[in-house]
């Protein structure tokens, strides 16, 4: 049963929602993801798709989490049940937010992991340790850090402790306060790097190789790589933007708001690509070496650059400041429901959350090393919490919201609430009700099957 313990909390101010959205969008995805799948699906041809993509699919489910949030005002499980009961539906919908509370607490797990692999890098390239080596030395050292569940655990609770302090102190005075110092500083330093490449070389290239159109690779695998990161990259299906929705006031036009959050993620992405590719090309480095592109053939970069211990140390900073901002509204929708259905405070409902997931991910890092023999049909731990909630509970959350927003609500009402005119709404439903829907049911088939 639902404690009613005070007012549901509201942002202080739209400025500060819209920082705290984009902090959350704009994580290890935007800036370790985004450019090795650039780098291993043509360059231009997956920014494209993307782009693309992100307009058609993103979007619209981005919007029907907010006003379903903002419909609901509580946590995403009673959001969606409460919901559905006002518009004469089981409140058995309630399942769509308990499993998108579910999929934010089981990424965070490994998210942390990753995160804390992120603030080890600072202490290294800060302390030169990367300076002169070569691409196998600086592989050891990478995969050192795996073999040592002592350096993974404790990198891990330093992020999980920054993370739930931050979300302990509430959705204003923490979540939107980060957000409003952590989000300038990642804009600066992002500057700060793409200013660098534009005065020691690989610039042009690397901006050839972002945008300059090249069809013939895109294929149909660099339109499902694309159409699945743009369903991921703005932390929907997750439970996050339902709980931010939550907290949102009547005042805030959805659209216009979605909106300035998709093209700031997206600027911020393509920002990432001109602050990593230009220094991949001017060192001679692959743009398709997957996965290791930041923590393995960066560091290279940086060991052998003029500068490179700072401009490498300012890019770790950016990565953290990224993956916190992520991290703290993976953990939001937990702790939102701690609080709301139980007796538990905010600070304890964060401390309990937050051990329960540090103790998961101390299983995800000990796959590693001490667990590798173990596996989940086929996977470590790490990779199964992965593959479960990128190719089940994440899909099948941002399907069964796009369609009831589309099929079970009151279509007048969001059309009101959304303010478009007839023809707009027209475009909007088709996107709605069948683009968006369909799209994320070919993502969901197609990983399956891959």
């Given at each position: 049963m639902?404690?009613?313990?005070?007012?549901?909390?509201?942002?202080?101010?739209?400025?500060?929602?819209?920082l705290?959205?984009?902090?959350?969008a704009?994580?290890?995805?935007?800036?370790?993801?985004?450019?090795?799948?650039?780098?291993?699906s043509?360059?231009?041809a997956?920014?494209i798709?993307?782009?693309?993509?992100?307009?058609?699919?993103?979007?619209p489910i981005?919007?029907?989490?907010w006003?379903?949030?903002?419909r609901g005002q509580k946590?995403p499980?009673?959001?969606f049940?409460?919901?559905?009961?006002?518009?004469?539906k089981?409140?058995?919908?309630?399942?769509v937010?308990?499993?998108?509370?579910?999929?934010?607490?089981?990424?965070?797990?490994f998210?942390s992991?990753?995160?804390g692999?992120?603030l080890?890098?600072i202490?290294k390239?800060?302390?030169?340790e990367?300076?002169?080596?070569?691409?196998d030395?600086?592989?050891?050292t990478?995969?050192?850090m795996l073999a040592?569940?002592?350096?993974?655990?404790?990198w891990?609770?330093?992020?999980?402790?920054?993370?739930?302090?931050i979300?302990?102190?509430?959705?204003?005075?923490?979540i939107e306060?980060?957000a409003?110092?952590?989000?300038?500083?990642l804009?600066?330093?992002l500057?700060?790097?793409?200013?660098?490449?534009?005065m020691?070389g690989?610039?042009g290239?690397?901006v050839?190789?972002?945008f300059?159109?090249d069809?013939?690779k895109?294929t149909?695998?660099?339109m499902?790589?694309?159409?699945?990161?743009?369903?991921?990259?703005?932390?929907?299906?997750?439970?996050?933007m339902?709980?931010?929705g939550s907290y949102?006031?009547?005042e805030v036009?959805?659209?216009?708001?979605?909106?300035?959050?998709v093209?700031?993620?997206t600027?911020?992405?393509?920002?990432?690509?001109?602050?990593?590719?230009?220094?991949i090309f001017?060192?001679?480095?692959?743009?398709?070496?997957?996965p290791?592109?930041?923590?393995v053939s960066l560091?290279?970069?940086?060991?052998?650059?003029?500068?490179?211990t700072?401009?490498?140390?300012?890019?770790?900073?950016?990565?953290?400041?990224?993956?916190i901002?992520?991290s703290?509204?993976?953990?939001?929708?937990?702790?939102?429901?701690?609080?709301?259905?139980?007796?538990?405070s905010?600070?304890?409902?964060?401390?309990v959350?937050?051990?329960?997931?540090?103790?998961?991910?101390?299983?995800a890092?000990?796959?590693?090393?001490l667990?590798?023999?173990?596996?989940?049909?086929?996977?470590g731990v790490f990779?199964?919490?992965?593959?479960?909630?990128?190719k089940?509970?994440?899909p099948?959350?941002?399907?069964a919201?796009?369609?009831?927003l589309?099929w079970q609500m009151?279509?007048?009402?969001?059309?009101?609430?959304?303010?478009?005119?007839?023809?707009t709404w027209?475009?909007?439903?088709?996107?709605?009700?069948?683009?968006?829907?369909?799209?994320?049911?070919i993502?969901?088939?197609?990983?399956?099957?891959?």
């Open positions: 639902a404690m009613n313990k005070q007012e549901h909390a509201q942002w202080s101010s739209s400025f500060g929602f819209v705290a959205a984009v902090g959350s704009v994580g290890l995805g935007n800036i370790w993801k985004f450019p090795y799948m650039v780098g291993e043509g360059g231009s997956f920014v798709a993307y782009l693309f993509c992100i307009a058609l699919v993103g979007f981005l919007v029907a989490e006003l379903i949030g903002r946590n499980v009673n959001t049940a409460d919901v559905a009961a006002s518009q004469g089981s409140r058995s919908w309630g399942i937010g308990a499993s998108g509370v579910l999929g934010g607490f089981l990424i965070l797990s998210y992991v990753i995160g692999w992120a080890n890098y202490t390239i800060a302390s030169g990367f300076a002169g080596q070569n691409g030395a600086v592989g050891a990478f995969d050192a040592s569940a002592g350096t993974l655990t404790i891990h609770t330093v992020f999980m402790v920054l993370t739930a302090i979300v302990g102190m509430g959705v204003t005075s923490g306060k980060t409003k110092v952590l989000m300038p500083l804009g600066l330093i500057f700060v790097i793409v200013g660098y490449n534009v020691n690989g610039f290239e690397a050839a190789y972002l300059a159109p069809l013939s895109l149909a695998d660099v499902l790589a694309a159409l699945g990161h743009a369903f991921f990259t703005l932390s929907i299906d997750m439970g996050i339902i709980a931010y949102l006031g009547r036009n959805l659209l216009k708001t979605a909106r300035t959050v093209i700031l993620d600027v911020i992405a393509l920002a990432a690509g001109l602050a990593i590719f230009p220094i001017s060192n001679g480095l692959d743009p398709a070496s997957g290791g592109l930041i923590f560091p290279i970069a940086f060991g052998s650059m003029v500068a490179g700072i401009i490498g140390t300012l890019f770790f900073l950016l990565i953290t400041f990224a993956a901002t992520s703290i509204s993976l953990l939001e929708p937990t702790v939102e429901f701690l609080e709301e259905r139980t007796s538990m905010r600070t304890v409902s964060t401390i959350a937050s051990i329960v997931i540090w103790l998961l991910g101390i299983a890092l000990l796959s590693f090393n667990w590798a023999d173990f596996t989940i049909m086929g996977n990779d199964a919490l992965d593959k479960l909630t990128s089940f509970i994440l099948l959350t941002g399907l919201a796009i369609i009831f589309g009151d279509q007048r009402s969001v059309q009101q609430e959304l303010g478009l005119s007839n023809g027209t475009l909007w439903q088709i996107i709605s009700k069948f683009v968006a829907p369909i799209a994320v049911v993502v969901f088939v197609t990983t399956l099957m891959g």
